[in-house]
T-cell receptor, first 111, second 116 residues
């Protein structure tokens, strides 16, 4: 199984809402990533988990809170977002030397 | 500093003609190089990679790329373009020798348009 799944596919939320994005992989990868992507731009790295521990936090605002419950799951908790946070949020996984496999993304709109 | 350059924002090719999407890189050690494709409103799909070995790498959907160490390039090629190849293409590099925690450095992307 070479698939990374993400839910939901689309999410519309107000600035006072709390929501979560979910990501799952069953490839046995020990590194998992959250990216933010604006239209026609390369993905921007937000967080990296390695062996279920947060190893990189790219100065992301605290309104984004990652969580890695186990080696297959990755969550991104959202609270008090701003309209400029509207973007495609991508999850990816990899082993420690190879390519990253991406999920289809969650299209987030903040009103 | 590590960097990746995709010098062309957009490449236009007639269907059936060969295509090339350019990528050059700068890393301090040995590079791991990747190409990804993104169709509208979709995630990124892995096409091919160079880590070591043969300089000509073959990947998905008939794409190939040539690693040129002296020119620090990793151009993506296809002998005969299809309309369905129209998409956004990203080149990325990871520095093999750098304790980068698996981070990729991304190019800005090249929009490929294949005209019938």
């Amino acid at each position: 199984d070479t698939e990374v799944t993400q839910t939901p596919k689309h999410l519309v939320m107000g600035m006072t809402n709390k929501k979560s994005l979910k990501c799952e992989q069953h490839m046995g990868h020990r590194a998992m990533y959250w990216y933010k992507q604006k239209a026609k731009k390369p993905p921007e790295l937000m967080f990296v988990y390695s062996y279920e521990k947060l190893s990189i936090n790219e100065s992301v605002p605290s309104r984004f809170s990652p969580e890695c419950p186990n080696s297959s799951l990755l969550n991104l908790h959202l609270h008090a977002l701003q309209p400029e946070d509207s973007a495609l949020y991508l999850c990816a996984s990899s082993d420690h030397v190879g390519e990253q496999f991406f999920g289809p993304g969650t299209r987030l709109t903040v009103l | 500093a590590q960097s990746v350059a995709q010098p062309e924002d957009q490449v236009n090719v007639a269907e059936g003609n060969p295509l090339t999407v350019k990528c050059t890189y700068s890393v301090s050690g040995n590079p791991y190089l990747f190409w990804y494709v993104q169709y509208p409103n979709r995630g990124l799909q892995f096409l091919l990679k160079y880590i070591t070995g043969d300089n000509l790498v073959k990947g998905s959907y008939g794409f190939e790329a040539e690693f040129n160490k002296s020119q620090t390039s990793f151009h993506l090629k296809k002998p005969s373009a299809l309309v369905s190849d129209s998409a956004l293409y990203f080149c990325a590099v990871r520095d093999y020798n750098l304790d980068s925690n698996y981070q990729l450095i991304w190019g800005a992307g090249t929009k490929l348009i294949i005209k019938p």
